[in-house]
């Protein structure tokens, strides 16, 4: 009930109004049934953003410190969280990282949209990030289709660093449904999952227009130093025939 009060009433006319978005490709949102929404990430914003756009619920897997808060803003923040059906997932240890996938092959399986940000973390500077691929383990395993999700112009609206919201346009551009079903039986490769997620990325740089930069947000912002040439190495593109 939560959802849909803070996407019709509470929230969503404010974000409409401040962020005056506009959709493309919405014909690609199956209207029932399961499928992963795999989206470039900006800002905070893009996970208010999407659902705003998108009729049917959709369920992220968030970081888990939005859900350990102290005190009253911990609790305000974690209500808020759930309340919007979002799922934590711990980046920071390996079984509860596992557990938070196979929640979310649960919500898969039960015909829901996920939605997930392939790049981990929001960029620190506007480009694209090489991919996770928790994206594609859930993708072969649960065998729905991915569906590419470029957010533009959120980081205008919530420029990251800031808590305060400018007036801008937000546009979210939804790609066509990418099928791996010829990868069936290759599940928990590692080739091939890294396969799979460098072929989301790539559609999200094309639909997106972000330049790719061939190491892992993360790393940047915990100081790793960026090789020189990365931002020149193209994301590969798979053939339909890749299976082989």
């Known amino acids: 009930m939560w959802y849909w009060l803070f996407k019709y009433v509470l929230l969503g006319p404010l974000l409409a109004l401040i962020g005056r978005p506009k959709v493309e490709g919405l014909e690609n949102i199956p209207e029932e049934g399961a ?29 888990s410190e939005y859900f350990t808060g102290t005190g009253i803003k911990g609790w305000f923040t ?3 969280y759930t309340a919007v059906g979002q799922v934590p997932i711990d980046r920071t240890d390996s079984d509860a990282a596992q557990a938070a996938l196979h929640t979310a092959e649960r919500i898969l399986k039960d015909g829901k ?5 392939p790049e981990g973390t929001r960029s620190p500077d506007g480009r694209l990030y090489k991919g996770k691929t928790g994206l594609a383990r859930l993708a072969l395993h649960t065998g729905v289709p991915v569906i ?35 990868f ?61």
């Open 148 to 182: 590419p999700v470029a957010m533009i112009g959120t980081d205008v609206v919530n420029p990251p660093g800031t808590k305060m919201l400018r007036f801008g346009r937000v546009t979210v551009r939804f790609g066509k449904p990418m099928d791996f079903s010829r």
């Open 184 to 244: 069936d039986g290759m599940a928990d490769n590692r080739f091939i999952e890294r396969a799979v997620t460098d072929e989301v990325i790539y559609e999200l740089m094309g639909l997106s227009g972000q330049e790719y930069v061939d190491i892992y947000a993360a790393s940047l912002k915990n100081g790793a130093p960026q090789q020189e040439g990365a931002t020149a190495q193209p994301v590969a593109r798979f053939p339909e025939t890749a299976a082989g």
């Open 35 to 63: 499928a992963i929404l795999a989206s470039n990430h900006l800002a905070v914003m893009d996970s208010f953003y999407l659902p705003l756009v998108v009729r049917r619920r959709i369920t992220f897997l968030a970081k």
């Open 113 to 117: 949209l996920l939605g997930i940000y």
């Open 78 to 80: 974690r209500w808020f």
